[in-house]
């Protein structure tokens, strides 16, 4: 197990010093109610007063209930300032908008929310001098689970380094409230969904075999294929000319 103390300790520097370098005034992150956008609220509420979190709601019901009510408590608790946008309009608009060009795949529209929520964080941090914080970890980067220039997209990310098992240690050692420890990690594009049901793979063994290359067949065919299948979205574009 990491030394928790001395990872905060590093974790508010490297913030404090990307605030520095951007001569930025304050950090913006999305507060989704999950254990990455927990921690990362409370490494840069310790590294600077100035943060805020903004919960964005997106059509899906748990949005509205045990999402943001768990989001409201991780920024009650550390006192971080919230604002709350509901982004379920512009994402029926422009679904309306698009199905006069084309027939929208399942894939697609789960990106739309991800997507709309990354504009929504830089048009307000744009607006008021802030970096916009990253909240996805390892364990996800790996398998490629999170949506290019969605989620994926930010100024900086103090856990990038972390997996989904030492998110869930690093909050335990926080304290922060158990509603967000114990939840299963859900992306919460839809009723029901969790991250480990569209993987069809636990956190604990991607976590294994990122730290120790070992699985059983089954978790090693499955982590392999997502790891392969989104190897684009971990280089940077192609450009002709590099």
């Known amino acids: 197990m990491r030394n928790y103390a001395e990872e905060t300790e590093k974790r508010v520097q490297f913030i404090r010093q990307a605030l520095s370098e951007a001569h930025a ?32 709601p997106c059509s899906s019901k748990r949005n509205f209930t045990i999402d943001r009510d768990d ?17 379920t309009a512009q994402k029926e608009l422009l679904m309306q908008t698009l199905s006069g060009v ?14 709309l929520r990354m504009i929504t964080l830089y048009a307000v941090a744009a607006s008021e001098n802030r970096l916009v914080a990253g909240t996805g970890n390892a364990s996800e980067f790996y398998m490629g689970y999170f949506t290019k220039w969605g ?9 990038a380094d972390l997996t989904a098992t030492e998110v ?39 976590d294994q075999y990122i730290r120790t290359g070992e699985a059983n067949e089954q978790d090693k065919d499955i982590i392999d294929r997502y790891h392969s299948r989104s190897e684009h979205k ?3 574009a192609k450009r002709y000319g590099d």
């Open 168 to 206: 869930f240690e690093f909050l335990r050692y926080l304290k922060a409230p158990e509603s967000i420890i114990t939840k299963a990690p859900s992306a919460g594009l839809f009723e029901g969904q969790t991250d480990e049901d569209d993987m069809g793979v636990t956190y604990a063994a991607i």
């Open 151 to 159: 989620d994926g997209a930010y100024d900086l990310n103090p856990i």
């Open 234 to 236: 971990r280089r940077q």
């Open 102 to 115: 084309a027939e929208l795949n399942d894939a697609a529209i789960g990106n739309l929310a991800p997507r």
């Open 25 to 56: 005034d304050g950090i913006l992150f999305g507060n989704s109610g999950g254990k990455d956008s927990a921690l990362v609220g409370i490494l840069c509420k310790m590294a600077c007063e100035n943060t805020e979190g903004i919960i964005m």
């Open 71 to 87: 989001g409201m408590e991780v920024a009650d608790q550390f006192q971080i300032k919230t604002r709350l946008v509901d982004l």
